[in-house]
């Protein structure tokens, strides 16, 4: 990967951290679907312009509407879904908590790929996912555990955790497992379909999904101009032109090297939430994070390929 390449994955894992810090601003004044509905709307309208610049118009309309449903069902589950289900945790979890469990998106996809596609599940592999969850339980905990328990060493976990944020790490997860979901079913279905056109899909598709809930659910206090340029921060940086940034680095630098964005994400959700949100950064969180991304890439084959690599250089 050359300098502009790298500098362009830290640019980007930039982005899709700050994406975190953005929620939990702009969350709290206009609740989840709306906020999320605003998110994907603005995305859409950026994905679809780049789109229309490098596609004919007839053979875009022609795509879309040949694949309309898978592209839909990829929309809900890898953006109009998980996008609701971290705002949602981010009403208790900290910006750069969530961030950390977004990193446990690859150990969904391999247990997905495992169970669904019967992909194979090394040894490896397999202590990678549970060393990388157990991560999520340090981090976790870390996060919504009281600091001190009532009733002793004895007490149960619904006494030790509260339940809102067993619910918020629960939704979280979901939200990972969703983009493992949704990265497996575009495997299986829209090989046939370039990048672009099945991210602008997608984003139309999540679009078309949140638009009515947003409705419902609008706030009735006015929004704030901080939670306004949170929604435009969300939609133009941290979808539009980080989606941008992704697709050209997968041309110029392939999927496998992009994907390394993953691995970055937390750094910037950490400091963002710490800078900006004054979030605060304990030993246990740093170490949550250390083992999730420990895990994420043993689970992923990124620590297995290293020593092969050093050997072909060493010949």
């Not at 610049?53 to 007839?58: G, I, K, M, V």
């Not at 899909?201 to 679009?207: E, H, K, P, R």
């Not at 921060?233 to 090297?257: D, E, M, N, Q």
Request: proline share 5%; charged share 10%.
């Amino acid at each position: 990967m050359s300098l502009a390449n790298l500098l362009q994955l830290i640019v980007l894992a930039a982005l899709w951290g700050a994406s975190f810090l953005f929620i939990r601003v702009g969350v709290v004044e206009l609740g989840v679907a709306p906020l999320m509905a605003l998110r994907v709307g603005i995305g859409a309208l950026f994905l679809v312009a780049m789109l229309l610049a490098r596609r004919p118009l007839d053979a875009t309309l022609a795509t879309l509407r040949r694949r309309w449903l898978p592209l839909l069902i990829v929309g809900i589950l890898n953006s109009a879904a998980p996008f609701c289900l971290f705002a949602y945790a981010e009403l208790t979890l900290s910006a750069g908590a969530t961030s950390v469990i977004n990193a446990t998106t690859p150990l969904w996809g391999a247990l997905v790929a495992y169970l669904w596609l019967r992909d194979r599940l090394t040894p490896v592999r397999t202590i990678g996912m549970a060393i990388g969850f157990a991560g999520v339980l340090v981090l976790v905990w870390n996060q919504i555990a009281p600091a001190s328990a009532p009733g002793g060493a004895g007490a149960g976990i619904a006494a030790v955790v509260p339940v809102p944020g067993l619910l918020a790490a629960g939704a979280a997860l979901a939200a990972a497992a969703l983009y493992g979901v949704a990265g497996n079913f575009a495997k299986r279905y829209l090989m046939d379909v370039d990048a672009l056109t099945n991210a602008a899909g997608s984003m139309l598709g999540a679009t078309l999904t949140l638009a009515p809930l947003a409705c419902l659910t609008w706030p009735a206090a006015p929004v704030s101009g901080q939670a306004w340029g949170a929604v435009l921060a969300l939609g133009i940086g941290c979808t539009g032109i980080a989606y941008f940034i992704y697709f050209h680095l997968v041309a110029v630098a392939g999927p496998a090297r992009a994907m390394t964005v993953t691995f970055v994400i937390p750094l910037f959700g950490i400091l963002w939430g710490a800078w900006f949100l004054g979030e605060p950064v304990s030993l246990a969180m740093i170490a949550g994070c250390g083992i999730v991304l420990a895990g994420t890439a043993l689970a992923t084959g990124a620590l297995g390929r290293l020593p092969l690599r050093r050997r072909k250089l060493a010949r």
